[in-house]
């Protein structure tokens, strides 16, 4: 019998408050598909992520575009945080105050991977936009899951480090789902383009042998 796709949407259409941000969008995401959503800003990318999101919540971790990051806390807490749920209640609070070893341990190599180690101990409130963002992956990957979602997860990071970034995601996560605007990224670390414009998908392809120039007139507005 055949698996059953990750995600799986027939006919979906939603809008806010009676305005349609995705229309009739139907597709199937299977495991170990890396799958970038393209579109301009606004084209529905983000509603489509968080519609995936919503389906497989316990399997997935995910890159929100605002990072969820707690400002106050450490980049080492904030990280670390992507397994609290793996942990009681207490020792959770007990880490909180006095971080233990076994877990700065298991963290460093996440921090090595996104290039954060000599930021562990800041408070993330003060960190760049870039490193809060690396802070976000590093956090996601850090938890683990089946599918990493990922809402522009190199937005504030620059070229080199996207590329870095992506790469970790890709090394960590087999199933990877990134709505992204930089097309040449997409190609280089994703085997699927999903194109999004106006809350409709335009195409559904593999990257294999496209080019970002073939492109050009669906970003165009
Ligand atoms: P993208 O990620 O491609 O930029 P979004 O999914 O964020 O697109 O947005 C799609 C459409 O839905 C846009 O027109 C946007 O203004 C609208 N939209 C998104 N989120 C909300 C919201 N929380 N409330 C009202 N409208 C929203």
Request: hydrophobic content about 40%; proline content about 5%; charged content about 20%.
């Amino acid at each position: 019998m055949k698996a059953m796709p990750l995600f799986e949407m027939k006919n979906v259409s939603i809008g806010y408050n009676g305005v349609p941000a995705l229309s009739g969008i139907t597709l199937k995401i299977e495991r170990g598909e890396r799958v970038a959503l393209v579109g301009p800003s606004g084209a529905g990318k983000s509603t489509l992520l968080t519609t995936l999101y919503g389906q497989q919540k316990a399997r997935s971790a995910l890159v929100p575009q605002e990072f969820a990051l707690v400002k106050t806390l450490s980049v080492f807490h904030n990280v670390y945080m992507g397994r609290l749920n793996r942990h009681s209640g207490f020792y959770n609070l007990l880490n909180l105050i006095h971080p233990m070893s076994r877990q700065l341990d298991a963290v460093a190599p996440f921090l090595d991977a996104l290039g954060l180690s000599d930021k562990r101990d800041i408070p993330v409130g003060e960190l760049s936009g870039g490193q809060q963002q690396r802070t976000a992956v590093a956090r996601a990957l850090f938890q683990g899951g089946e599918v990493l979602l990922g809402d522009e997860p190199v937005s504030s990071v620059d070229p080199l480090q996207s590329r870095e970034v992506l790469g970790a995601i890709n090394g960590a996560y087999e199933t990877v789902v990134l709505a992204m605007h930089d097309v040449e990224l997409a190609l280089r670390f994703t085997d699927r383009l999903i194109g999004i414009k106006d809350g409709r998908m335009h195409f559904d392809r593999p990257t294999s042998g496209m080019t970002a120039s073939e492109l050009d007139g669906f970003f165009r507005q």
